[in-house]
């Protein structure tokens, strides 16, 4: 197993530690003004000027949807340390090179199943970066950790397909720029229970698509917004359907392999900055006579948060490894992908708190980014599939070998 990236992940990496580095962490003050004043304009799901300019300066520094191995030239592992980097700054890198969620899962369900039509129609605009999408399969009412707990109905009525129920936790329906759904639901519940679910292409400016609210993460509302949905008889061309009906579980976990690759290593990106800010604070503060670099106690807590970021780090790289030469489907992929979704938030989780308890009060308060950052790691042990669910799958796979034959 070569976890070597290539030569052109090497050089893209360096272009885009400076891209980084000179443009967007000095950027993030100015967001945060941006976003300030748009709240206080009542448009808080709006989009902060300076994003768009970055945007911009990226592309012309081919720095442009290099998730997409057919767009980019690169693997799965080739990409993963960039999706690292962009950990940094969660809220303005990922967008700024065309490379944030949910656009990304959805660009690949387009890529690997849409039809031409779709791919012109979606695709083609995603890839551009002019609008943006949604992804809704959770729902309010049920355990959406079960995906065969799906209660959305789709049902075909000759040329058209009439969706009704409510999802939630759609990341991305109050970005004014949101323009395309990939809608999840039941076309036959008596099929075999993988066969149950089907996926379609829903505008979200359809008659009976309604957002209802914007979901909060720990009270605060993300600038690209949470919705809560209700499809009130929805009507939707035929032609939206994605694949054929009864594809929803095989397109969700096609979409969902690489995803938790991009989410992990963004997590173990943000766990590196707050390293970083814990480090350059243990010197530039004292207790007790001496930096707080020179304590004990302190100097334990960085050395294990070093350990635990590089262990997560190779994990994830060998699922990225194994994604690329095995295909997602393979037995030893998945139980890969199910580690590396539960070990790398939960390293997150673990360093950014570190980082909070060194800052002390500026740990909560928004005069760093580790508030922030705790918010997106802790959110992302529940997307994607919880832990729980993550968890039995690798126990499944560990024990089944051992399962006494009759």
């Not at 799906?150 to 720029?177: C, E, F, M, Q």
């Not at 009130?232 to 359907?241: E, F, K, Q, S």
């Not at 990225?320 to 590396?340: C, E, F, M």
Request: charged letters at 20%; glycine letters at 8%.
């Amino acid at each position: 197993m070569d976890l070597t990236p290539s030569s052109r992940a090497v050089e893209l990496t360096a272009n885009l530690q400076e891209f980084m580095a000179e443009h967007v962490l000095p950027a993030e003050p100015v967001y945060a003004s941006q976003r300030r004043e748009l709240i206080s304009l009542g448009r808080t799901h709006e989009l902060p000027a300076v994003v768009e300019e970055l945007k911009t300066t990226a592309r012309a520094r081919g720095l442009w949807n290099l998730f997409l191995p057919e767009e980019s030239g690169l693997s799965v592992l080739d990409y993963a340390g960039l999706a690292e980097i962009t950990g940094w700054s969660l809220d303005i890198a990922p967008e700024a090179i065309n490379c944030s969620a949910p656009d990304t899962g959805n660009m690949e369900v387009l890529h690997m199943f849409g039809t031409s039509a779709q791919k012109h129609e979606w695709l083609e605009p995603l890839l551009d970066g002019r609008i943006r999408s949604g992804f809704s399969m959770t729902e309010p009412d049920v355990a959406s950790s079960d995906a065969m707990n799906i209660r959305l109905s789709i049902t075909r009525d000759a040329d058209h397909y009439v969706i009704n129920g409510r999802k939630w936790w759609t990341t991305g329906a109050l970005d004014p720029r949101c323009a395309i759904l990939i809608v999840m639901g039941k076309t036959n519940p008596q099929a075999e229970k993988y066969r149950q679910q089907s996926m379609v292409l829903v505008p979200i400016d359809t008659p009976g698509v309604t957002v209802l609210r914007d979901l909060t993460v720990f009270g605060n509302h993300d600038q690209h917004g949470h919705g809560e949905i209700n499809f009130d008889n929805v009507r939707v061309p035929a032609t939206n359907l994605i694949a054929n009906e009864g594809d929803g579980f095989m397109i969700a976990q096609a979409r969902l392999g690489p995803g938790r690759v991009h989410h992990c290593m963004r997590a173990l990106g943000m766990a590196e900055r707050a390293l970083d800010l814990t480090c350059k604070r243990s010197w530039s503060r004292e207790t007790f006579g001496r930096p707080l670099a020179e304590h004990g106690a302190l100097q334990t807590n960085i050395a294990e948060a070093r350990l635990a970021i590089d262990q997560a780090r190779l994990l994830v790289l060998q699922a990225a490894w194994l994604i690329d030469h095995k295909g997602i489907s393979d037995p030893q992929t998945r139980q890969q992908v199910s580690a590396i979704k539960v070990i790398a938030p939960r390293v997150a989780c673990s360093v950014i708190d570190m980082a909070i308890q060194t800052h002390g009060g500026a740990g909560v308060s928004a005069d760093t980014p580790l508030a922030a950052m705790y918010a997106h790691a802790r959110t992302l042990r529940i997307v994607d599939g919880p832990d729980d669910v993550h968890i039995r799958t690798i126990a499944r796979g560990v024990l089944s070998p051992y399962r006494p034959r009759p």
